[in-house]
């Protein structure tokens, strides 16, 4: 960790190595003026180093400029401790906001222990190599059986195992011969007591050093995977793609109103299982190994995900009572869906609590042990669906507020997903209102992502552009709030400095939206509590889980009253936590069996015709609620401005 | 049963209502002159009925001779009990043969039960109807949570039952509402206790009335299936076709050789599914159900024709050190073999023993309960292969004889299977040589089938027309006799008294093929007796299970040395053993979950290297054998012709 300290007022936060300057600033909460993204191009976020090393592009700058330690900070990188002087110019009134910089809680190494805790590398499937005695006319006994005694002999772990047919008994004779008897086996380790260890394949010669895992987490929008050397427990590989169902409906509805059309249901899931091959493709790729090498794979996606994987009709999910096909997911052999991956290779998927709380979020649950621990803890996934877990090891609830898609772009005007040039962050200066916007990878912005929204909405609430119902205070006169196609908007961004050529702006339908989302989930993690006679003040831990989640600034998301106004240090990201779980069962079997067990430890209370719930939602349809002795750190931000 | 008296001897038998006279009267062992096999052509088997009922053909007889009482034996059909004269002309010197006969001991009711002992009515599926509670918001737990929760509430022996994937759980939410949640389950019954029940099919409504079962006898020539109420374990229908491979060749070595061609392993599961959903459509159509309605398929064949149906390669059973893939075969669902069946219907198939004692013998040692009897039995299966079994409650052995076709009408010039035409007995006038044919249907005929064979070369030893070498007596000078294209010969049928049109005749190479086939079948018997150091004299019973074995003269058998020379009472024939163990097991799931135990109690010898079995064989090249004094009733027989 480096440490800058921004002047002249002395603000100081740690970032890492490599940091670009820009951000360093916006994260500390020092406004520097920058229109353009971080691209480089508006020339505006100049800034002096006073001393510390920055690695930095000298393009657009004057070479007495660049002489005297003057950089642009979007285009300077953090290599050492430093200070940076920033110019009256830069600053337009040379102050910082005043706004206490807050370090985000991200999880350090330490931490991560204490939340997910610790695992052994015991993985569900393991190879064992075996060399048999070649057959005799004293002793021919059929092949299969001559295996199973090798195994008998020297697996004492594995008692009468099963075995896959026919494709591993059609090939085994040839094999075994082929090998010249010496092979392979790759068990398929019981999941039960009263089970018994599975043969799923038989190779040729020692192949007992490659043993592959697949972890994944299935999202709506995303599909992330991990390839896990199984021998050593040491991920190989990470790789991503957006699911491919995306073309068909942003969310879960709309993706379960196509799969009604004729061919619906087998057009999403191949295009699921395109996604998971393209996945698969990638990561085989980087590691250099076959798909054929993968072993095992374990999954998790929300309910509707995972009917859709397994080409189960999601038909009455929709549908009050909203009833699930099953949510203990059978095990499946991954190639009999279409997904690049031997026949032997089984997959396993989370099992769900409800039809919106899927196996994403008991995977999450799982991989922080919120049923082993005695805290109290919030256990929150913002998505296009909120789903909301409270409880410790004596019980846990549960239960999917409908946010809407705000969170990732949707019923935004200028919403888009977290994609390169997306204002990810935003400071406001709060005399001139110009804005400072930082977008992803630093070029022109082409609209909002979520934790974009959540910056705007904090700071033009802090800076009294708006007001706590989300509306813009009128009386301001300012070039960049004017009256627009949807009413009254911001301009974040001028054509001139926009990536597609026209101003991106921020909207009162916009923020209108984005407040019954925030309310839905706040709704949501009080019905919850107060449902087992809880409040807030008894929580010991927050988790906040999902990628999204883990992009989201703590003191901004309490500002909007999407998260609820505790101690800080109770704030945990724990990134993502479907992956989390699928990462943790792939390498230990032990914690593995844990998972149907948390899935049924979880019940599921359903908002959608709860009367209290719909009572807070809109209780919460302020900013940050209606009743602002709730949120007492955001109470006195918005005296002190 | 009717008794049937032959004059003038006063020969009697009783024979079932029903049956042929002359049949009857070569049973007896009263020679009539026939020769055209009992097609009533030829006219010469007249005789005159004294006293009684028969049923008979006018045809072919003047208008006072029938008013008289005579009658053609082949065209008449026993209606009551009968005194029958026979005509000096039609027994040429009017004496029956000197034989006495030996009324056949087939199992009557009471010894079957002795054999194979009683069953339960408690198939390994059942059905039960139930009536779900509809899904509320309160009560929204997914389909098959509801289902299982059903299930768990009234069917209290079946907890927690595992389900079928794909199948079962993409229509369960449709089956579920259009039946308005009134549905039936069909539960397969776990086969061990660590196992589970698993739940194969939910149909609409109430369909626990119909609950069918299919047992099958996969032989190398013939299949043969039962359809079976498994609500009252009543066989509704039979129906027998010849395996579809035949075409591919005779016997299993000539199979597998075919296996090894390009396509050929397909070709040849595909030939044996068509024949089995032939038997299927016609027990269907007999019953006048849907193959869909069949919910159990049990079935036993030979080890080449399980391998060859699972499409498992016969490769390295043909080849030194024997080495069948598996002999306890997996389960497999019958629609994926090709099978017309439900896709959630699995099919059994009983465990081999060894390469060449398969799943047939098995299920004919589980069916006659042999390792629970105190009573040292030989079990003995006379096919193309020969397979014998030897123990009792204590130990089992078996083994395999290359017997060779000829019992299968293979390796012998006019040799047939047992079709219309085939001469299926014979008997030969002790001073005139000539022969008594009767055929298959009593059509003229066209060949020998293996109970045919087995009493002409009886016969011929008897009346002393062959040696005890199997050569014809030179000095015999007979138009019956001649020397053909395979040497000397005896003419059976005249070509104008035979279908086809030419000379059916009996060769030396054919007697000495079948001398071989008995030989082998006899040292077979020696060599396991004697493994376990026995002799003939310690066994208390001889089971001959097959459906050859059905057929065989037990006398005439015994005289050419192809069954040991004991008391007579010790023999039982049990017909199609490896139908009536799979019977048994579709209905009675206690005795069916002891059919992997029965496999692993029988110890396999190889008679192929083994040095004892070889001089056994050389040893009984002769009628009946080299030591006659092992045959003391062939022996007396001999002297006194």
Not at 183 to 198: C, F, H, Q, S, W
Not at 313 to 319: A, G, L, N, V
Not at 323 to 332: E, G, L, W
Request: overall charge negative; charged content about 20%; glycine content about 8%.
């Amino acid at each position: 960790m480096k440490t800058i300290q921004f002047l002249p007022d002395k603000v100081k936060i740690e970032v890492d190595e490599g940091e670009n300057l820009l951000a360093a600033a916006a994260k500390a909460g020092v406004y520097l003026n920058a229109v353009c993204g971080g691209d480089g191009v508006c020339g505006k976020c100049k800034v002096k180093i006073a001393s510390g090393s920055v690695e930095s592009d000298q393009a657009r700058l004057k070479n007495e400029d660049y002489a005297a330690g003057i950089r642009l900070a979007c285009q300077s990188t953090v290599k050492g401790d430093l200070v940076v002087q920033i110019p009256e110019a830069t600053g337009k009134d040379g102050k910082a906001l005043k706004r206490k910089p807050v370090i985000a809680r991200t999880i350090s190494a330490r931490s991560l222990e204490k939340l997910v805790g610790l695992w052994e590398l015991n993985p569900p499937v393991e190879k064992r190599f075996l060399e048999l005695d070649p057959p005799t006319m004293e002793d021919n006994v059929p092949d299969l059986s001559r295996l199973m005694r090798a195994i008998h002999q020297r697996c004492h772990d594995c008692i009468n195992p099963t075995y896959d047919h026919p494709e591993l008994l059609r090939d085994l004779p040839f094999t075994l011969r082929e090998a010249n008897w010496r092979v392979t086996v790759t068990l398929l380790k019981r999941r039960r007591a009263e089970e018994a260890d599975r043969i799923v394949a038989v190779e040729p010669g020692d192949t007992s050093g490659q043993l592959y895992g697949l972890a994944m987490d299935i999202g709506t929008t995303t599909v992330c995977g991990m390839l896990i050397d199984l021998n050593s427990g040491v991920t190989l590989a990470e790789a991503t793609a957006y699911n491919g169902q995306i073309a068909y409906g942003e969310d879960v509805i709309s993706r379960i109103v196509y799969s009604q059309r004729p061919g619906g249901l087998q057009t999403l899931q191949e295009k699921l299982v395109k996604t998971i091959n393209t996945i698969i493709e990638t990561l085989c790729r980087t590691v250099v190994i076959s798909p054929s090498d993968i072993s095992y794979i374990m999954a998790a996606g929300n309910t509707v995900m995972s009917h859709l994987l397994l080409g189960l009709d999601p038909k009455f999910i929709r549908e009050a009572p909203y009833v699930p096909t099953c949510s203990n997911f059978p095990m499946i052999q991954a190639a009999e869906l279409g997904i690049y991956a031997h026949p032997s290779v089984r997959l396993f998927l989370y099992p769900a609590v409800a039809s919106y709380v899927g196996g994403d979020i008991v995977a999450g649950v799982h991989a922080c042990r919120i049923y082993k621990s005695p805290e109290l803890t919030l256990f929150i996934d913002i998505g296009t669906n909120g789903e909301i877990v409270v409880g410790n090891q004596e019980w846990l609830v549960c239960a999917a507020c409908s946010a809407g898609p705000a969170f990732e772009g949707g019923g935004i005007r200028h919403g888009m997903r977290a994609n390169s040039g997306a204002i990810e962050n935003f400071q406001i200066h709060p005399e001139t209102l110009e804005p400072m916007i930082i977008t992803i990878d630093r070029i022109k912005p082409s609209g909002i992502c979520g934790s974009g929204l959540i910056a705007i909405v904090a700071e033009l609430l802090i800076a009294g552009v708006i007001d706590r119902q989300g509306k813009f205070n009128r009386k301001i006169s300012h070039p960049r709030l004017r009256e627009g196609e949807d009413g009254y908007e911001y301009v974040l961004a001028w054509a001139k400095d926009a990536l597609l050529g026209e101003d991106i702006v921020i909207s009162e339908v916009d923020l209108d939206n984005l407040i019954r989302a925030k309310a839905a989930m706040y709704a949501g993690y009080l019905t919850l509590l107060e449902s087992v006679g809880m409040s807030f003040a008894d929580l010991d831990r927050v988790i906040l889980a999902g990628n999204f989640g883990s992009y989201i600034d703590l003191e901004r998301a309490i500002t909007i009253g999407l998260l609820p106004d505790i101690a800080r240090e109770c704030f945990y990201y724990l990134g993502n936590g479907s992956l989390w779980g699928c990462r943790i069962s792939i390498i230990d079997n032990r914690r593995s069996q844990e998972r149907v067990m948390v899935s049924s430890l979880i019940t599921n209370l359903e908002l959608a015709e709860n009367v209290s719930f719909m009572d807070r939602y809109m209780a919460a349809l302020f900013l940050p609620h209606t009743d602002i002795s709730l949120f007492p750190t955001v109470s006195e931000k918005l005296l002190t401005t």
